[in-house]
């Protein structure tokens, strides 16, 4: 009885040390979404042009996983950003890895470690979550090596964040949709990865500003889906039967979204479906008159201006600690309208 007694004590205490570890990490994490950030025309206007270095660059990005269509566009964005910065006469090596998946965190640690021990110069880094890559940031950092979060899976240790708002993912959408129902029904949110930072301020966004600004919008729903498209789909499908008078479904992201079409589909209902990203099904599905609405963050300018902001920092010019990347609603009314028209996109000028 004894041993049981001292085994059960050890695993509270236990418990409790891994709890208070879980905690201390959440509440030093930082969040961008707090932080009075800056726009790429504000930095251009205030720094001027790139400068350009006559020595060899070797920088590295990570993002989550390239089964997303998203970090594919990201991937593309800084390789065209790289590209472009060798024209002026910047000599770069860009290196741009994935783990298998998204929930793959040891794998994401891993490609940043190796990055590390090869010597890369600068790391553009999108991670898996708040906390896996820390330990990858504090040895780069002891090394030299300049760091930037892209995106999203904020880390605390970070020197800087280039990025979209993502609270203002959820609260765009909560937006467009009262519009859409003058400010009534019954709405359902589809998150991502519970420890995910988009999945947590985009969430907040919509809840936040629906009950604010909709009361008569009432969340009847909210389920976890870790990006994945089939079990946003599977959800979906039990909600639609449990709420026949269902308004709308949020997904955090478009894969899920596209599942949640899906179901929506086969039940032969009108159901607003909305999501996050903008990638390219998502588009052709709102043409198609299905997804209706999503918030694109273009991450192909997104990728351009964080190899900007990667030079700028190497060339010895104070970036911002954040800095927002451009992000707009798309719907039938805009799907076909240029990106750079959309965002105002400007090239950079080099020295």
Do not use: C
């Amino acid at each position: 009885m004894m041993k049981k007694t001292i085994k059960f004590i050890s695993s509270l205490v236990l418990s409790s040390v891994v709890f208070g570890a879980l905690t201390n990490i959440s509440a030093q994490s930082f969040n961008p979404d707090n932080e009075d950030g800056k726009t790429i025309e504000e930095v251009r206007s205030e720094l001027g042009s790139i400068p350009i270095l006559d020595k060899e660059l070797v920088l590295g990005g990570v993002a989550k996983a390239f089964e997303n269509e998203y970090w594919r566009t990201l991937k593309e964005g800084m390789e065209l950003g790289a590209k472009k910065a060798s024209e002026k006469g910047y000599k770069i090596k860009f290196d741009m890895r994935a783990p298998q998946g998204e929930s793959d965190e040891q794998g994401q640690l891993s490609i940043v470690r190796d990055m590390i021990n090869k010597g890369y110069n600068g790391l553009l880094l999108s991670p898996i979550s708040d906390a896996n890559l820390v330990p990858g940031v504090e040895d780069a950092l002891k090394k030299g090596i300049d760091v930037i979060n892209v995106n999203d899976g904020i880390i605390n240790v970070t020197p800087a964040f280039v990025g979209p708002k993502a609270i203002q993912n959820g609260e765009e959408l909560a937006k467009w949709l009262i519009e859409k129902t003058g400010g009534k029904g019954k709405v359902a949110i589809v998150m991502g990865m519970p420890k995910a930072f988009a999945a947590r301020q985009r969430t907040e966004g919509f809840e936040k500003y629906l009950a604010k600004n909709a009361p008569d919008l009432e969340i009847v729903e909210k389920q976890n889906a870790d990006w994945d498209r089939g079990k946003a789909k599977d959800i979906a499908d039990i909600w639609i039967k449990k709420h026949p008078d269902l308004t709308a479904i949020f997904a955090n992201n478009d894969t899920m979204a596209l599942g949640v079409q899906e179901a929506v589909n086969g039940s032969g209902k009108d159901i607003l479906v909305m999501g996050v990203d903008g990638i390219g099904e998502a588009y052709e599905s709102i043409r198609k008159g299905e997804l209706d609405a999503t918030v694109d963050s273009f991450p192909l300018y997104k990728g351009q201006i964080a190899i900007e902001m990667m030079l700028r920092k190497k060339a010895g010019q104070e970036i911002p600690y954040v800095l927002w990347t451009p992000q707009a609603v798309i719907d039938s009314a805009n799907v076909d309208k240029p990106a750079e028209e959309i965002i105002g996109w400007q090239e950079p000028t080099f020295e």
